[in-house]
T-cell receptor
Framework: GQQLNQSPQSMFIQEGEDVSMNCTSSSIFNTWLWYKQDPGEGPVLLIALYKAGELTSNGRLTAQFGITRKDSFLNISASIPSDVGIYFCAGQTSGTYKYIFGTGTRLKVLA | DTGVSQNPRHKITKRGQNVTFRCDPISEHNRLYWYRQTLGQGPEFLTYFQNEAQLEKSRLLSDRFSAERPKGSFSTLEIQRTEQGDSAMYLC??????????????FGEGSWLTVV
């Protein structure tokens, strides 16, 4: 099935460091969503973005809707061990209500 | 305010058997989605309903797969004559359009299928 390009695929970081990840598409999207998934569980919504250029925060997390509408970015500041998990982006184009997901970024935090 | 509920959470079945998963969406949500996720991959879209109407289906949804949402509330996903390649987590999500929050989808905890 179709999936969005997400990078990096995985990353190890030290506790307290900031993290950045992004998602790119060849299609224009009108909504971007970011999720975190723990092993064996369903994805949990972190941030939703609805307008090009929008910058939205949720605690230590900040996400941006790229102005080209073909990309989105997620930043985590001052990472902590519980940030470990897989982060997925998801995008929705106009004319449909389905979402296409990214390939995921696996985050590991070293205490 | 209950979230999306899926059951069973885990199912082990022999190849060739039929399995059925159930999803109960968030109560006021009129859209319901099914996704499939294999290890190391992101969720892959299978199908979605708006009320009881199935509006879109992926080519991943082969003839052995059927999804229903008869009264526009809960949904079932049936897989007939299961194959080992069907082993995956099946995720259900729901949404409802809101002027403030668009069409944000919320997932259940998933149903794991293992075909042996």
């Amino acid at each position: 099935g179709q999936q969005l390009n997400q990078s990096p695929q995985s990353m190890f970081i030290q506790e307290g460091e900031d993290v950045s990840m992004n998602c790119t598409s060849s299609s224009i999207f009108n909504t971007w969503l970011w999720y975190k998934q723990d092993p064996g569980e369903g994805p949990v919504l972190l941030i939703a973005l609805y307008k090009a250029g929008e910058l939205t925060s949720n605690g230590r997390l900040t996400a941006q809707f790229g102005i080209t509408r073909k990309d989105s970015f997620l930043n985590i500041s001052a990472s902590i061990p519980s940030d470990v998990g897989i982060y997925f982006c998801a995008g929705q184009t106009s004319g449909t209500y389905k979402y296409i997901f990214g390939t995921g970024t696996r985050l590991k935090v070293l205490a | 305010d209950t979230g999306v509920s899926q059951n069973p959470r885990h199912k082990i079945t022999k190849r060739g058997q039929n399995v059925t998963f159930r999803c109960d969406p968030i109560s006021e949500h009129n859209r319901l989605y099914w996704y499939r996720q294999t290890l190391g991959q992101g969720p892959e879209f299978l199908t979605y309903f708006q009320n009881e109407a199935q509006l879109e289906k992926s080519r991943l949804l082969s003839d052995r797969f059927s999804a229903e949402r008869p009264k526009g509330s809960f949904s079932t996903l049936e897989i007939q004559r299961t194959e080992q390649g069907d082993s995956a987590m099946y995720l259900c999500a729901s949404s409802s359009w809101s002027g403030d929050s668009g069409n944000t989808i919320y997932f259940g905890e998933g149903s794991w299928l293992t075909v042996v």
